[in-house]
């Protein structure tokens, strides 16, 4: 067994070193060309919405967390939620004072804090666009060791996806009444009908294993009923998911955490029950000149005007960017450049 560790071992640290390698990016698919507040411009964890008829002048709106790769004075400090807007969710451009619509003080900075997992809502009772996300406070200056720290669930409002309204806390995770011990990747839909809250996400013990997704419903994002587990129909290691609705059914994309730690898809009738469809993405050293070599993370799919997308977080080992899976549903998909004359 020491000797099977041993080569293991061996070949994560070669993965590393080639990973380190540039790759020939003109020879290579281009993902989405984003800019953001930290210069670094490298964006990850997106959430996209679509607007047939279009919110605010503009079809596409997406949030997304710059996840710097080497960021300094440390990676998470740039996870702050940034607004996006676009006609054809291609070109994305921003207003230079929007973003990020929130952002550390200095205090937390010096403590290590970070923003994570954010997820765009839109109300069409209210015609509001709400971001929600979470803000952890790491405590670096407290020697204690700690397997899971402090962790909030919060809320910004905007009528126009540019003036944003103040800090909201939705969910207190250390209170002994809260929804859940954790409540990692939420994905959030608003029930016009029933005018609720419909929210999945991961839950996560100390350990970070034995991970399930569950569901819970709320009239206000604060006060929370219906807690179920999803019932999969497979073994899952969920780690960062995305539910949406269309054409009658639940779509979750899953970025699993284990094995070969690809993105797969799984619909449900009834949110709850979810069945396995496919992989739709896995990493690979041996796709050597693709931004998404290294690996994936948290995506999301969308109904758009062209048929069917996933926006996918990817990373080849020196950047984190965003690409595109486009095809006529989410069984046929295929990795599109930004420059492919099909799109």
């Not at 560790?5 to 070949?11: M, R, T």
């Not at 702050?80 to 054809?88: A, G, T």
């Not at 540019?162 to 990747?185: A, C, F, T, Y």
């Not at 609720?196 to 419903?217: C, F, N, T």
């Amino acid at each position: 067994m020491w000797i099977i560790n041993g080569y293991k071992k061996i070949a994560e640290r070669g993965n590393g070193l080639l990973f380190k390698i540039p790759r020939i990016e003109s020879l290579s698919y281009r993902p989405l060309e984003i800019a953001d507040f930290s210069g670094y411009n490298q964006p990850y964890h997106p959430s996209v919405l679509f607007f047939e008829e279009g919110f605010c002048g503009y079809r596409y709106w997406m949030v997304q967390t710059p996840c710097p790769i080497d960021g300094l004075p440390y990676r998470d400090r740039w996870e702050c939620p940034c607004i996006y807007y676009s006609e054809d969710g291609i070109r994305w451009v921003t207003d230079p004072g929007v973003n990020p619509i929130d952002d550390l003080n200095p205090g937390e900075i010096d403590n290590g804090d970070f923003f994570s997992d954010p997820h765009l809502v839109y109300r069409k009772d209210t015609h509001m666009l709400e971001c929600w996300y979470r803000i952890t406070h790491m405590n670096h200056n407290d020697s204690q060791e700690q397997h899971q720290y402090p962790t909030w669930i919060i809320r910004k409002k905007s009528k126009d996806g540019l003036h944003w309204g103040e800090r909201e806390v939705l969910i207190d995770l250390q209170n002994p009444k809260s929804l859940d011990v954790m409540v990692r990747s939420p994905a959030v839909l608003w029930d016009d009908n029933k005018k609720i809250y419909r929210m999945w996400y991961v839950d996560s013990l100390p350990s970070l294993s034995g991970r399930k997704i569950m569901y819970a419903e709320s009239r206000d994002g604060m006060t929370w009923s219906g807690k179920a587990a999803i019932c999969m129909d497979r073994d899952i290691e969920p780690w960062h998911i995305d539910v949406s609705l269309f054409d009658g059914r639940h779509h979750m994309i899953n970025y699993t955490l284990s094995g070969k730690q690809g993105l797969h898809y799984y619909e449900s009738d009834d949110g709850i029950r979810f069945r396995y469809v496919k992989e739709l993405l896995r990493p690979s050293p041996l796709m050597f000149n693709r931004f998404f070599r290294a690996g994936l993370y948290r995506s999301c799919s969308v109904k758009a005007h062209d048929g069917m997308r996933v926006y996918f977080s990817a990373n080849d080992g020196r950047k984190t960017y965003l690409g595109l899976l486009a095809g006529d549903d989410l069984k046929n998909m295929k990795v599109m450049s930004i420059n492919c004359n099909s799109l």
